[in-house]
């Protein structure tokens, strides 16, 4: 069965922390992205990688970064945790090709920023 | 900025009718539609694909296409007490930035 694991369920850091957000897919997919998913705003693509070592930013890159050194895993890092950041973060991996263009998400990690 | 919009509901039918939840969206280049259901608590799954004008029917669901009008439509006939979740349209262009309206609860009443 498809799975896309993001490392931790809830998340509480403080201000100023870096953060990592890690999400692991089992599929061989090459696309995976990252959203953040507040009330009444919907899922906001934060970045997305095209393959290993490739990425684009999306509509709210600012204060994130991401790294994928491996095709199964794609981190999604705070440099410098702010209270705005606190959210539903949803990690997502897609088959380049997919005629369905189907998005599989992770289970999400509500990070919260004190 | 691409925009996708939806009535955030809640949007409450009686068992056994028919829900009907719309979507429309900004940009007209937009090729690829999708009906994503989220229940509480729970991520997102995908639902319906549509590419091109008309209806295409799943099931249970039917999902509807009107690029002129720049409007896309989810039918749920037969709603059962299940199918009570959020309901997201998301909309993409040639790349791979899907954008995700900010979903329409929807509450089917036994």
């Known amino acids: 069965d498809v799975k896309v694991t993001q490392s931790s369920r809830y998340l509480v850091k403080r201000t100023g922390e870096k953060v990592f957000l890690e999400c692991v897919q089992d599929?061989?997919?090459?696309?995976m992205f990252w959203y953040r998913q507040d009330p009444g705003l919907g899922l906001r693509l934060i970045y997305f990688?095209?393959?290993?070592?490739?990425?684009e930013k999306g509509d709210i890159p600012e204060g994130y970064s991401v790294s994928r050194e491996k095709k199964e895993r794609f981190s999604l890092i705070l440099e410098s945790a702010s209270t705005n950041q606190t959210s539903m973060y949803l990690c997502?991996?897609?088959?380049?090709?997919?005629?369905?263009?189907?998005?599989?998400f992770g289970s999400g990690t509500q990070l919260s920023v004190l | 900025q691409k925009e996708v919009e939806q009535n955030s509901g809640p949007l409450s039918v009686p068992e056994g009718a028919i829900a009907s939840l719309n979507c429309t969206y900004s940009?007209?280049?937009?090729?690829?539609f999708f009906w994503y259901r989220q229940y509480s608590g729970k991520s997102p799954e995908l639902i319906m694909s549509?590419?091109?004008?008309g209806d295409k029917e799943d099931g249970r669901f039917t999902a509807q296409l009107n690029k002129a009008s720049q409007y896309v439509s989810l039918l749920i006939r037969d709603s059962q007490p299940s199918d009570s979740a959020t309901y997201l349209c998301?909309?993409?262009?040639?790349?791979?930035?899907?954008?995700f309206g900010p979903g329409t609860r929807l509450s089917v009443l036994p």
């Open positions: 549509i590419y091109s004008n």
């Open positions: 599929m061989d997919h090459e696309n």
């Open positions: 998301a909309v993409k262009g040639n790349g791979q930035n899907f954008v």
């Open positions: 997502a991996s897609k088959l380049a090709g997919d005629r369905d263009e189907k998005l599989f």
């Open positions: 990688s095209y393959d290993v070592k490739m990425k």
């Open positions: 940009d007209r280049g937009s090729q690829s």
